[in-house]
């Protein structure tokens, strides 16, 4: 990707728009801040979500703060590594059409299926055993052999500038890999062991309630946060620096409660829909 993309991390104490409006000013200083709101809102950070900072944003609102930033800084290719982790189906429909939309070319690494394919990907490029083979075709039912991908093989879809990833370059950077050693025969119970260690795991009944709860109480300590950096804001402008030192323990307290829960949440929420896509 080209110098000055938007990094991952962010300093948790900046606002979200802020981040955006950066980095879309270091390539047009005219940019307005209602432009930032726009291609934020279009990705779900609507609202006073775009006014958050970023330690109280989830990590699916992380990453779509980074999104937003880069789709609003001109760029001639785009590298994406698993872009869809921690979205949701609105925000990867947004994604896909952003994408599609891209004058220039595209490498994307991922094994979300549904998404390659509706990129309609020009080139196919699959690592195998250390070698890197980019195929002009469209993308088919072997790509996706269980066996390719569960011994470390990624597909990387290239949309349109076949020249560009055509040395192999910017795939390899992010494909390329070295040859797992061929492991040693197992019995079919081995097999079949190994098999269900690594499938992730539905939730129990006691999970799916506590991933319920979970959603209710970060949606409220959210709002919790919200309303202490208000009177924060207010016992700061008012001097009142008794009740400003309070606030601010309060605030430090709630949020490392926000932290832990939000990241138990995201836990089961990844593992809930890892598993409702996998057919019984």
């Known amino acids: 990707m080209a110098p000055g993309a938007p990094a991952p991390h962010h300093p948790q104490e900046a606002v979200a728009l802020d981040i955006v409006l950066e980095e879309a000013r270091k390539y047009d200083p005219s940019t307005k801040a209602e432009q ?21 944003l989830s990590g699916g609102e992380k990453a779509r703060v ?51 394919e509706e ?17 002009e075709r469209d993308l088919r039912d072997s790509d996706w052999a269980e066996d390719d991908i569960t011994s470390g ?14 040395d192999g370059v910017a795939v390899e950077a992010e494909c390329a890999a070295p040859a ?7 019995t079919p119970e081995a097999a079949d ?26 949606e409220a300590l959210e709002a919790r946060l919200r309303e202490i950096e208000g009177r924060i804001a207010e016992y700061s402008a008012g001097g ?12 430090g307290e709630v949020q490392g409660e926000y932290d832990r829960k939000s ?7 990844d593992r809930h829909a890892a598993t409702a896509a996998v057919p019984a």
């Open 66 to 116: 980074a999104l937003a930033a880069l789709a609003m800084t001109p760029r001639t290719c785009l590298l994406l590594d698993e872009p869809t982790n921690h979205l949701d189906v609105p925000t990867i429909e947004s994604l896909v059409k952003a994408v599609k939309e891209f004058p220039g070319g595209v490498v994307v690494i991922s094994h979300d299926r549904e998404f390659c």
């Open 36 to 56: 930032g709101r726009a291609v934020m809102g279009a990705l779900g950070l609507t609202g006073e979500k775009a006014m958050r900072k970023v330690k109280q």
């Open 240 to 251: 009142d620096v008794g009740a400003l030192e309070a606030a601010t323990r309060e605030q």
């Open 153 to 166: 093989d990624r597909q990387a879809q290239v949309d349109g500038c076949a020249a560009l990833a055509g």
């Open 119 to 135: 990129l309609e990907p020009t080139h196919v490029a699959t690592v195998r055993d250390g070698t890197l083979t980019m195929e």
């Open 193 to 218: 062991a190994a098999e269900a260690a690594e499938a992730p795991k539905p939730l129990s009944r006691f999970e799916e309630q506590e991933l319920g709860r979970l959603e209710s109480d970060v």
């Open 180 to 186: 797992a050693p061929e492991p040693e025969a197992a």
């Open 263 to 269: 990241e138990r949440w995201m836990e089961l929420a």
